[in-house]
């Protein structure tokens, strides 16, 4: 007995866990945690990765994944302070 569009996938909703998954804007927006709004704002500014199909936004989970560890290695980098020459001393303003 086969599946009918209904029961495969559910509007709204994640369609599995595969690194190759394509999700639409709200279900991209759920993902990553955030409001649609400022889903289509990082995505017209090039800041997160997806493709307009058809009038519409899609995005792969694995390259959103991919932008994760990426902007992570780069903030690491750019963050990182070496506090041991500061202890013990006094800061002046």
Request: aromatic share 6%; hydrophobic share 35%; charged share 30%.
């Amino acid at each position: 007995m086969s599946q009918s569009k209904g029961q495969a996938f559910q509007k709204g909703s994640i369609m599995n866990n595969s690194p190759d998954e394509i999700m639409r804007i709200k279900e991209a927006a759920e993902y990553l945690r955030i409001k649609e709004r400022t889903l289509y704002s990082l995505v017209k500014q090039g800041r997160v990765p997806g493709v307009k199909i058809g009038g519409q936004w899609r995005f792969k989970k694995k390259r959103l994944d991919a932008m994760f560890e990426q902007t992570a290695d780069e903030q690491g980098v750019s963050i990182q302070l070496d506090v041991a020459p500061l202890r013990g001393s006094i800061l002046q303003v």
